[in-house]
């Protein structure tokens, strides 16, 4: 399967990405990761980004493309991918597109995870990562703690809460979410290959992607 995962920030794509690459192999392509995992390797990428990320705002499209057209062309891309967080403005879905175009690669589907402002601030608020560059395991202090307070089960790394992921940090993605990216629905639903899911429960925003495409 070829296909774009949207929803705000917390919507539960990174989650429901683990789980359709579980069903096929596809591979999940999380943008967030990459730019994340420069950013601990203080690469001139990282360095640039970090002030964007910590912010809570968008990485500027003159950061992103060069990224994606290499990893798109990677081998373990034609078993298939999803993308989680990117595109997330019209430009860059016009951008994606004409590279989609360039590689001869057709998107199956594009699922819209639908999820309330009170929900996500619940979910990410809680959320807590390893510190670790090479682990990164996300856990969260309500649902699914660590067996030791502010350790890492994998690695016994510190778990950390992100910057971007403060109240204030999430209220500022959430704004820019909704004036900068929430358009793409209208943007792919014109297309006829947009599919809005309510994403109470992973399991089941996996079950009604597979039986779409």
């Known amino acids: 399967m070829r296909i774009i995962l949207l929803g705000a ?3 539960g794509k990174g989650t429901v990405s683990n789980l359709l690459t579980s069903h096929d192999g596809s591979v999940h392509i999380s943008t967030g990761d990459i730019l994340r995992n420069a950013v601990k390797a203080g690469t001139h990428l990282g360095n640039q980004a970090k002030q964007f990320m910590d912010r809570g705002d968008l990485v500027p499209d003159s ?3 060069g990224i994606m057209e290499e990893r798109l062309q990677e081998p373990d891309c034609q078993k298939g991918f999803i993308l989680d967080g990117f595109p997330r403005t019209i430009p860059q879905a016009e951008e994606l597109d004409k590279l989609l175009a360039k590689l ?3 998107i199956d589907l594009v699922a819209n995870l639908d999820v309330s402002k009170e929900i996500i601030l619940q979910r990410l608020t809680t959320r807590r990562t390893c510190s670790n560059a090479s682990c990164q ?4 202090v309500k649902n699914n703690p660590t067996k030791v307070e502010g350790v890492c089960d994998k690695c016994g790394s510190p778990t950390i809460q992100r910057s971007d992921e403060t109240e204030q940090a999430i209220l500022n993605r959430l704004d820019t979410y909704n004036k900068q990216t929430a ?3 209208d943007y792919y639903s014109q297309k006829g290959i947009l599919k809005t899911i309510e994403a109470l429960f992973e399991d089941v925003v996996v079950k009604e992607i597979v039986s779409s495409i």
């Open 183 to 185: 358009p793409l629905t």
């Open 9 to 11: 920030p917390g919507a």
């Open 137 to 140: 395991a996300i856990y969260n």
């Open 63 to 65: 950061l992103i493309m």
């Open 104 to 106: 001869s690669i057709r």
